[in-house]
């Protein structure tokens, strides 16, 4: 248990809905990390927010969105899903957001669209 | 942008030091090269990091060249329970848009 928590663990919608992602990080980690991870494009990195400000920001599409609040959680929204949205969605968290922070996983979202 | 090469699947027995090689040709002046370990409907689990010459932990040993195009992840003594996917990845600024290749999927055989 790496102590990051991720709800829903399961999440079934249509086209074109709008759903958020939860995200909470270990106790005392400042920063937040979302990442996609689908059959066909493997783990890739979204965007990061480090004590609620927007850090770093990955293949984000446009449609997504993500904040991070004074509690530190964090939560992604994505709207006007589409089938290939359906994916593994992680949070991790790491103490500070460094390069050589470890950064520690939850057990995902599986978000499917159908 | 850098990219990852790994090979796809690896198949080792009990007891035996496995590497996994992963190429990593554009890497950042600044990036840093960490491994994972996954197991399925789980999230990456963080293995190792470092930056050039060699780096050892309780679990694994990490050899960077020094010209940083590629990474050896070492595994002594594998077990059953080191089943799992294996990834590598540049992290750092020039590492943001890439996304991690498929891994490599490494069997342990009793």
């Known amino acids: 248990d790496s102590g990051v928590t991720q709800t829903p663990k399961h999440l079934i919608t249509a086209t074109g809905q709008r759903v958020t992602l939860r995200c909470s990080p270990r106790?005392?980690?400042?920063?937040v990390y979302w990442y996609q991870q689908s059959l066909d494009q493997g783990l890739q990195f979204l965007i990061q927010?480090?004590?609620?400000?927007?850090?770093a920001k990955g293949n984000i599409l446009e449609r997504f969105s993500a904040q991070q609040f004074p509690d530190l959680h964090s939560e992604l929204n994505l709207s006007s899903l589409e089938l290939g949205d359906s994916a593994l969605y992680f949070c991790?968290?790491?103490?500070?957001?460094?390069?050589?922070?470890?950064?520690?996983f939850g057990p995902g979202t599986r978000l499917t669209v159908l | 942008l850098a990219k990852t090469t790994q090979p796809i699947s690896m198949d080792s027995y009990e007891g035996q030091e496995v590497n996994i090689t992963c190429s990593h040709n554009?890497?950042?002046?600044?990036?840093?090269i960490t491994w994972y370990q996954q197991f399925p409907s789980q999230g990456p689990r963080f293995i190792i990091q470092?930056?050039?010459t060699k780096v050892t932990n309780e679990v694994a040993s990490l050899f960077i060249p020094a010209d940083r195009k590629s990474s050896t992840l070492s595994l002594p003594r594998v077990s059953l329970s080191d089943t799992a996917v294996y990834y590598c990845?540049?992290?750092?600024?020039?590492?943001?848009?890439?996304?991690f290749g498929k891994g490599t999927k490494l069997s342990v055989i009793p």
């Open positions: 991790a968290s790491s103490v500070a957001g460094a390069t050589t922070d470890t950064q520690y």
């Open positions: 106790s005392g980690d400042l920063s």
């Open positions: 927010y480090y004590n609620g400000e927007e850090r």
């Open positions: 554009n890497i950042a002046t600044n990036d840093y």
């Open positions: 470092g930056y050039k």
């Open positions: 990845r540049p992290w750092g600024a020039g590492s943001y848009q890439l996304t």
